[in-house]
């Protein structure tokens, strides 16, 4: 399809596993975005990327969060040894242009830590 | 961002007008709103955006009061797809801010009856 891809759907994890989450943008767009989603709660930026270049990080919630795209396409979100309250959905979102403009959004990848 | 306030819950027949109100009284004059919904278990979806002006497109209506402090969201037609999470965000167009963000708060549930 044309939309934004993430797999797994759905990842069951022991705690201190770790984890790659991966999404698949639409082709050619330039930026591409990271969101936690919490139950019961708003999704919560995470990070963004223009292309290859990560140009905010300020929204992952410790050092065991990473992310990258390496060509400007796919990224993947790794979180390691992962905690009971990592436990929520990651949704990857991705939008033509940078700055101001729509952003379409992945289904999500629902994680459980347990 | 200007923070938002909305209601917790709506109720709406099917096939009548579903209004759904937001507050942005500290919004500035380089802010657009932004509306999004979010239906179970899918990643949010764009719906409409306004900066002024009242805007119209395939999926709803978006009315601004003049002062811009509060904004409403129309669905002409309600339908029982329309059942979702709707969120009022506002959003910045400094090209030298953090514009690319969008900041959710919880929204509105609103659900359509049969």
């Known amino acids: 399809g044309a939309g934004v891809s993430q797999s797994p759907r759905y990842k069951v994890a022991k705690r201190g596993q770790d984890v790659a989450l991966r999404c698949d943008p639409i082709s050619g767009h330039v930026s591409l975005f990271w969101y936690q989603q919490a139950l019961g709660q708003g999704p919560e930026f995470l990070t963004y990327?223009?292309?290859?270049?990560?140009?905010?990080k300020s929204g992952l919630p410790s050092d065991r969060f990473f992310a990258e795209r390496p060509e400007g396409s796919v990224s993947t979100l790794k979180i390691q040894r992962t905690q009971q309250e990592d436990s929520a959905v990651y949704l990857c979102?991705?939008?033509?242009?940078?700055?101001?403009?729509?952003?379409?959004f992945g289904q999500g990848t629902r994680l459980t830590v347990v | 961002d200007a923070k938002t306030t909305q209601p917790t819950s709506m109720d709406c027949a099917e096939g009548r007008a579903a209004n759904l109100p937001c507050n942005h009284s500290?919004?500035?004059?380089?802010?657009?709103v932004y509306w999004y919904r979010q239906i179970h278990s899918q990643g949010p979806q764009y719906i409409i955006h306004?900066?002024?002006n009242n805007e119209t497109n395939e999926m709803a209506s978006l009315i601004i009061t003049e002062d811009r402090k509060s904004s409403t969201l129309i669905l002409p037609h309600a339908t029982l797809r329309d059942t979702a999470v709707y969120y009022c965000i506002v959003r910045g167009v400094n090209s030298g801010g953090s514009n690319y963000k969008l900041t959710f708060g919880k929204g509105t549930l609103l659900t359509v009856n049969p």
């Open positions: 990327f223009q292309n290859e270049a990560q140009l905010d």
């Open positions: 306004g900066l002024k």
């Open positions: 500290t919004i500035s004059g380089n802010e657009y």
């Open positions: 979102a991705s939008s033509p242009r940078q700055g101001l403009t729509e952003a379409f």
